[in-house]
T-cell receptor, first 115, second 108 residues
Framework: DAGVIQSPRHEVTEMGQEVTLRCKPI?????LFWYRQTMMRGLELLIY????????DSGMPEDRFSAKMPNASFSTLKIQPSEPRDSAVYFC?????????????FGDGTRLSIL | GENVEQHPSTLSVQEGDSAVIKCTYS??????FPWYKQELGKRPQLIID?????GEKKDQRIAVTLNKTAKHFSLHITETQPEDSAVYFC???????FGSGTQLTVLP
């Protein structure tokens, strides 16, 4: 089991640029989550998918953020245009069943710095 | 919406002492309560969880207790060791909300 795989591990870019974060969930997991972690706001849920369908995107900060899951083994989180306040660690996680009674498995995260 | 409060935000203990972290939740329909450990620069990892049909669960030096009436659950770490130093998060209800985290420092 390779675990949840995220790429890139680190991203440094200038404000205004487009940023794409990628995630491969654990095979067989039906749920996929995107989180943002900062010192000020802690661990925030941005969006989650069930069977590739977005279920709750109420945590997506604004229209600059978008997420897709074209198939069961791949998801992207895109920020366009990026701003310095988007700097954070972004985690992807997957879960084998209903989020209400199954643990989440986190990837190693992408540390994003917007200059 | 769902809410969870975690206390304390920081906790320092001497090696060998016990540590207790508490979370209070608002959604009475919740029935699954996990705890995650995040070491510096690493990802959160599940360390123990409990379902509402039991009041306590233990795994070596770690235990979780649940009081559904009072809507709180606690993480207990006994005989703490330096490698227990990390940030601990509870998640509830329904895991869409995480507590604000507790920075545990075990002093040698």
């Amino acid at each position: 089991d390779a675990g949840v795989i995220q790429s890139p591990r680190h991203e440094v870019t200038e404000m205004g640029q487009e940023v794409t974060l990628r995630c491969k969930p654990i095979s067989g997991h039906d749920y996929l989550f995107w989180y943002r972690q900062t010192m000020m706001r802690g661990l925030e849920l941005l969006i989650y998918f069930n069977n590739n369908v977005p279920i709750d995107d109420s945590g997506m900060p604004e229209d600059r953020f978008s997420a897709k899951m074209p198939n069961a083994s791949f998801s992207t989180l895109k920020i366009q245009p990026s701003e310095p306040r988007d700097s954070a660690v972004y985690f992807c996680a997957s879960s084998p069943g209903q989020v209400s009674n199954q643990p989440q498995h986190f990837g190693d995260g992408t540390r994003l710095s917007i200059l | 919406g769902e809410n969870v409060e975690q206390h304390p935000s920081t906790l320092s203990v001497q090696e060998g002492d016990s540590a207790v972290i508490k979370c209070t939740y608002s959604d009475s329909a919740s029935n699954y309560f996990p705890w995650y450990k995040q070491e510096l620069g690493k990802r959160p990892q599940l360390i123990i969880d409990i379902r509402s049909n039991v009041g306590e669960k233990k795994d070596q030096r770690i235990a979780v207790t649940l009081n559904k009436t009072a809507k709180h659950f606690s993480l207990h770490i006994t005989e703490t060791q330096p490698e227990d130093s990390a940030v601990y998060f509870c998640a509830a209800p329904r895991q869409l909300t995480f507590g604000s985290g507790t920075q545990l420092t075990v002093l040698p």
